[in-house]
């Protein structure tokens, strides 16, 4: 639920401390401003091991490529320590890109199933940072990724902002050159004029991880390159401008990011003010945490910070909090300002959840506890204003007692907002058991009595509703790769189907002495009365056969070319198991049973893994919509990333009608309805998993593992689902069609 509220400058949650004096709008809305300027850098997958110093451990005594290549922030973290602070920024899962920048702006939690919006992403309606940065007069300018223009639409200085495609991720340099080039001038003092916040979007150190993975010396280069930039940045900002780097995700071992494992979501924060404003509330907390487990910070915590930073107001969804070493001061004691920030923030959250639960029309309950908890921090704040002379301790439990509630109430809205519809669970499961039956019946040939079952239970379901019963009703290379790759998808589907569509049968016609061997071998018709030789036809016997498989030899090299070099093989042993298995159907006598179909469905699901995918966001493999295209292309990239991902099951999909029209002669009657019959029966194998993950994952809702693997598997199920559907009927039904006409004119109807 997205509220439109906007906080505003002279409405703030609180009223100010006791004797405090109103700001004016150019020391701050809320609290007073300590930066006029700021450059926000984002390093797509800058994981926090990257900007950490190698420690050996057991089992890892070696350096990575990965390791020691970007120390900028942890030198000045522990150098300047007034100056500079780096920790751990732990991102809330799905860690694509789109939605960390929503996160990142607006102080929210993401749902699970935002992450299929990454490909299209659609302007923030809610309030954000960015807009709040807008509204107090700033003059923005974004260089880097181009997804911020989806996300913050007409916001930018047209005339210093780039943008730049984010999707291409063979290419490692364009952005970042890109970004640099025009960065670095801005910075400098004849150009500060122009500008108040700058947003650049680094995509070299991702791109890196897509294409080659962390371990490898790309990404040493690239981290490298980000080392110079960032040391060059420094020594051009002046002392009003506040300088944050961060990460928006991390990576796995592969390069990939969907926030299954620690490493996905462990990304690095770091700040930087040339006057020295940071503190430490202990010294033994002077030096970076060495791991991502210790000290980290939530995404969501960036926004109120950077808000009371820059004297902006925190958005009105927001969840975070801010972050202590920003504003503990100097000698890390300055309790009493970071007392207010927090008891600001808690305030506005508790403004955030009445609003939230008026909209909800919610009766509070699971607010119950927040609630106690914020009534005990305002009578510690109380306390405090009454008191002469309070104490340390005394600042620092009435922070506490806010830290509590802040804590304690994002902790419900984690579990509120992955609440479950019983009602919709049950209706979807219904719908597909319901779903299944008519295709189990259709399957095997019971359509008619099926029709008269449904038409039953329609007048049932009348009369109960009347009667009220239930009571409510490199570029050289890459050109000549990409153009090789588009000449085997024009080979395969273009030339194709053009030749599959207008081909004759698969026939070989000989004139021949009238011979026993040659009648074994075809069938052979008398030229004339009495002669002593005669026509033979091979290929008579599976002219049907023949004719189909040329449509799944055609969609196995579109199949094998989209693969990785072992997923190909792998594909290239499913076809000859698929002819092993059409043998066994013939010699058998199985055509007409639901054998073929069924061994088809494993076969599809086994060669989803055996190509390298799982039901995992993290091991969809991206690359696959840029082997024959140079940038993004829509809608030909998301088409090629899903014959990549569900190829194996494409192809066993297209290959059903042959498991009824193998070793079929021309005139065979009833071929049509036993294709029919094949592809219900594949169909049917697929709902029985859709409806099981989707009775599992409604059963285990609770569980905790349900979204790394039961929701995800669900997902797979409904996906596969429908992929199968769609080439069951438009690829698998429509080529028999071509197939038929084409034995038809040969042989004529059946």
């Not at 300590?34 to 390093?43: C, E, L, P, R, S």
Request: charged share 15%; hydrophobic share 45%.
């Amino acid at each position: 639920l997205v509220l439109d509220h906007k906080s505003e400058c002279a409405v703030p949650p609180v009223t100010s401390a006791a004797g405090a004096q109103p700001l004016s709008p150019m020391e701050g809305c809320w609290h007073p401003r300590t930066f006029d300027k700021a450059v926000i850098i984002i390093i797509d997958a800058l994981r926090y091991d990257f900007t950490v110093p190698f420690i050996p451990r057991p089992g890892n005594e070696k350096p990575h490529h990965f390791h020691d290549a970007l120390s900028v922030f942890y030198e000045t973290a522990v150098q300047q320590p007034n100056n500079a602070f780096l920790l751990p920024f732990i991102a809330d899962p799905p860690t694509t890109t789109l939605q960390r920048l929503k996160g990142l702006t607006t102080g929210t939690l993401p749902t699970f199933i935002d992450a299929g919006s990454n490909f299209a992403g659609t302007a923030i309606e809610e309030d954000n940072l960015v807009a709040q940065l807008r509204d107090a007069g700033k003059r923005m300018v974004h260089l880097g990724d181009d997804t911020w223009h989806s996300l913050f639409p007409g916001y930018f200085d047209i005339n210093l902002t780039r943008a730049y495609d984010s999707f291409n991720v063979w290419d490692l340099h364009t952005v970042d050159n890109g970004v640099t080039e025009h960065l670095l001038p801005l910075l400098r003092s004849s150009n500060s004029n122009q500008w108040d916040i700058i947003f650049g979007h680094y995509l070299g150190v991702d791109h890196a991880g897509h294409r080659y993975g962390p371990d490898h010396s790309a990404m040493s280069a690239k981290l490298k390159q980000m080392d110079d930039v960032m040391r060059q940045i420094i020594e051009l900002i002046d002392d009003s401008t506040l300088l944050v780097v961060m990460g928006d995700h991390g990576m796995d071992a592969k390069g990939d990011h969907g926030g299954e494992s620690s490493d996905e979501v462990e990304a690095a924060l770091w700040m930087y003010s040339k006057k020295g404003v940071f503190g430490r509330s202990s010294p033994s907390l002077l030096a970076p945490p060495s791991n991502a487990k210790e000290r980290s910070t939530r995404q969501i915590d960036l926004v109120p910070t950077l808000s009371l930073l820059l004297g902006v107001p925190i958005p009105f969804n927001n969840l975070g909090a801010p972050i202590e070493e920003a504003f503990t001061g100097q000698d890390g004691d300055d309790w009493e300002n970071l007392t207010s920030v927090r008891r600001l923030t808690a305030a506005q959250i508790h403004r955030y959840q009445d609003a939230y639960a008026l909209a909800r029309q919610s009766d509070g309950d699971a607010m119950s506890v927040p609630l106690v908890l914020w009534a005990n921090a305002t009578e510690d704040w109380d306390l405090l204003q009454r008191s002469r002379s309070p104490t340390t301790q005394q600042w620092i439990d009435t922070n506490a007692a806010f830290s509590k509630y802040q804590k304690e109430t994002l902790s419900v809205c984690r579990s509120l907002w992955a609440s479950f519809d019983l009602t919709s669970m049950v209706t979807g499961i219904g719908v597909s058991f319901a779903t299944l039956v008519v295709l189990g019946f259709y399957a095997r040939g019971f359509a008619f009595r099926m029709g008269l079952l449904l038409s039953a239970i329609y007048w049932f379901l009348d009369a109960a509703d009347d009667g009220e019963w239930f009571g409510t009703s490199n570029d050289v290379l890459r050109v000549i790769r990409v153009i090789v790759a588009q000449l085997v998808l024009g080979i395969a589907l273009a030339a194709g189907y053009s030749t599959f569509a207008w081909a004759a049968p698969l026939l070989s016609v000989e004139a021949s002495p009238n011979k026993e061997e040659d009648i074994k071998a075809g069938i052979v018709y008398p030229t004339t009365s009495g002669s002593s030789s005669a026509v033979t036809i091979l290929g008579y016997a599976n002219v049907h056969g023949t004719r189909y498989f040329l449509l799944v030899t055609l969609w196995s090299l579109a199949i094998i070319l989209v693969q990785k070099p072992m997923g190909g093989g792998a594909i290239g042993l499913l076809l000859l198991q698929i002819l092993t298995l059409l043998e066994i159907i013939d010699t058998n006598k199985l055509a007409s049973t639901s054998v073929g179909p069924v061994v088809l469905g494993f076969l599809g699901s086994f060669y989803f893994f055996k190509t390298g995918h799982q039901a995992t966001l993290a091991s969809i493999q991206w690359e696959s919509a840029f082997i024959p295209l140079k940038t993004i292309s829509y809608p030909w990239s998301p088409l090629l990333v899903i014959l990549n991902t569900f190829g194996a099951q494409i192809l066993c999909a297209i290959a059903v009608p042959a498991t009824a029209l193998w070793k079929q002669p021309p005139k065979q009657k009833g071929l049509a309805g036993g294709i029919a019959q094949a592809m219900a029966t594949h169909l049917l194998f697929y709902a029985v998993i859709g409806l099981a993950t989707m009775v599992w994952a409604g059963w285990l809702k609770r569980h905790l593992m349900l979204y790394r693997v039961f929701m995800p598997r669900m997902l797979m199920g409904s996906a596969v689902l429908l992929v199968v559907d769609v080439t069951g009927i438009f690829v698998a039904i429509g080529g028999t069609r071509w197939s038929f006409l084409s034995v038809a004119e040969v042989f004529g109807w059946m």
